[in-house]
């Protein structure tokens, strides 16, 4: 289906016919529409153009009025003010576009097939180590992008960019050979699936022994940075045990990302290891052509605005001295990856915005060197801090950072609470899934309901209340409809545009009728929180609707059918929104 054009666009549409009617030579000119508390819209436009045209704003507003033809959208047009116009549409209007929505399984959601390619490099774990809480909002700001992306008409391929290569793999390695049956599972368990908490305690103990071994013993310091070196070369026993650490690890990441309600899949996992055969090149392209020059034996890039606190020119630094390859190598290579075999039109980078400089510095340097262009952008959605309650960043009493497990299932437990406390006829195994979806749900709404780029307060008394901003305020909204559906009996929704509506079904109606356009936006700046905030205010309105609006004991059967049209439709709206952000909605709570 064709997408549904807005009650905001159609009446945009309206007002710029008027203003070419009355006033030719304003040419095209914008109306400025907006919404308003005065009215249901507001245009500012021609205080901009009388300006242009040096002629008195109220008299142009109202000739602008008058050359508007009667129609059955705009009810009412008032000039205020020094000339601003203040907007009422029909009731008719309202519930007409809401039914065309509503015909339209995406809601009115245009789809864009030709939109162009996006890779999105985000949830990037490092092999061998455990997942804490800093590496949760990667994961959950970037699945939500992917979504709304894709769900536009985006082509989008994911990258998990993992930590799978470097130094500590050369000590990993050695001491599996001189202990080798350290990653060895129970006996009594070889027929059965290894866990992720198994895995990750494997890991664990592994690490902490081969790093104690390393710090206390040079002789096998010595021996296991020369299996650095025969990592790097490419030694088949080597390669076959690093390929062990990462195997054990994806058990453990998998197992992370399932609690996390997210689907990763191993495709699109290509670790640092996935571009070591181009790095060579990627150094060769960078100098042959100027862009990176020798500096005291290191291959390295200069830029004019980036300096020490010396004064002196800060680089970026390709390849070492010694020969040796950094995190620039690397990612430039990715970024040829990704042009020019993944086609990709876009690269968006969902990583901590302590990392900005890196990448200014790694994309400029892919821009003089051909690789992003007019025609291919990469930006880096940046992301700030997890904060504890005091503000800090977020740590254990121990002063340790936080694993990631433990504070989703802290997240379960306390909604896994809130769920039996409400609980009307859930069994104990109902209440353990809608306490996973509540407590999951919780935690990616906190992160997303903020700007990527601030920090955020990990709060979750407050994530799991049922009042202000939470996603439980909006699943509970969500069952809340399900459950008037259910008692409707033989009642349908059904729009009825012959009505009288009310304030609040015309607040309600106007908020459904921007979700296509709020969608768009929200893809365009990379801006999951814009999408959060729509659907909390679609939540509020909803609460207002309901207790001011009787659904079922409505006065004419009619009314019962339009208001659980609205019913209907908010509750399709927040359960697409929602997905969009990897949020479940339960259909009882």
């Known amino acids: ?223 296991a940075r020369a299996r650095v070196v025969q990592l790097q070369a490419g030694d088949e026993e080597t390669l076959t045990l690093w390929q062990r650490f990462v195997d054990e690890s994806k058990i453990y990441f998998y197992s992370v990302f399932e609690k996390l309600d997210m689907d990763i899949r191993d495709p699109d996992i290509v670790g640092e290891s996935g571009y070591n055969d181009m790095l060579q090149e990627t150094c060769r392209l960078l100098e042959e052509s100027g862009v990176a020059v020798r500096s005291e034996g290191a291959l390295c890039v200069f830029f004019d605005d980036v300096k020490g606190p010396d004064g002196n020119p800060t680089p970026l630094i390709v390849q070492k001295s010694d020969g040796g390859f950094g995190y620039a190598a690397t990612d430039l290579s990715a970024i040829r990856d990704r042009v020019q075999n993944l086609k990709a039109s876009s690269l968006l980078y969902v990583v901590d915005a302590r990392q900005s400089l890196h990448f200014k510095m790694v994309f400029e340097t892919a821009r003089r060197a051909g690789w992003l262009n007019d025609e291919v952008k990469a930006v880096q959605l940046a992301f700030g801090t997890v904060l504890g309650k005091d503000g800090k960043p977020f740590k254990t009493r121990e002063g340790e950072t936080v694993r990631l497990v433990d504070l989703l299932d802290e997240a379960i437990e306390r909604a896994s609470a809130v769920v039996r406390e409400k609980a009307q006829d859930l069994s104990e195994e109902e209440i353990a899934e809608r306490g996973a979806q509540v407590g999951i749900g919780a935690v990616k709404y906190a992160d997303l309901s903020t700007s990527a780029a601030r920090d955020y307060k990990f709060d979750l008394d407050q994530m799991v209340s049922l009042n202000g901003d939470t996603s439980v305020y909006l699943q509970y909204a969500y069952a809340r409809i399900q459950s008037i559906l259910r008692k409707a009996g033989d009642a349908r929704p059904a729009a009825h545009p012959e009505l009288e509506l009310a304030a609040s079904e015309r607040a309600l109606g106007l908020h459904l009728d921007s979700f296509g356009e709020l969608v768009h936006e929200t893809a365009a700046e990379y801006a999951p929180h814009k999408l959060a905030a729509y659907l909390y205010q679609l939540a509020s309105l909803y609460t207002t609707f309901y207790s001011e609006c009787p659904v079922l004991k409505a006065d004419t059967p009619e009314q019962v059918e339009n208001r659980l049209f609205l019913c209907d439709l908010t509750a399709r709206t927040l359960h697409q929104g929602m997905a969009l952000l990897g949020i479940r909605t339960p259909e009882r709570l």
């Open 1 to 223: 289906m064709a997408s549904v054009p807005s009650l905001a666009s159609t009446v945009q549409q309206r007002l710029a016919e008027g203003l070419s009617a009355a006033l030719p030579e304003a040419g095209s000119a914008d109306p400025l529409l907006r919404r308003s508390d005065r009215a249901d819209f507001q245009a500012n436009g021609i205080l901009a153009l009388a300006k242009q045209l040096k002629g008195n704003p109220r008299e142009l507003a109202t000739k602008v009025v008058e050359s508007i033809p009667a129609n059955d959208v705009l009810q009412e047009i008032e000039v205020s003010g020094p000339g601003f116009l203040n907007i009422t549409v029909s009731d008719r209007a309202i519930i007409d576009t809401l039914a065309a929505r509503a015909a339209d399984e995406r809601l009115g959601v245009p789809f864009n097939p030709s939109a162009g390619t996006t890779v999105i490099d985000y949830a990037q774990p490092n092999v061998a180590k455990e997942m804490h809480v800093g590496h949760l909002r990667s994961a959950v700001i970037g699945a939500a992008m992917v979504e709304i992306l894709e769900f536009t008409g985006e082509q989008v391929v994911r990258r998990h960019h993992i930590g799978d290569w470097g130094t500590q793999f050369g000590m990993l390695i050695q001491y599996l050979i001189e202990h080798p049956h350290e990653l060895d599972h129970k006996a009594e368990g070889a027929d059965k699936e290894v866990s992720g908490e198994e895995a990750m305690s494997n890991l664990n103990r592994l690490y902490k022994a081969s790093r104690a071994l390393f710090d206390s013993d040079e002789e096998f310091k010595t021996r």
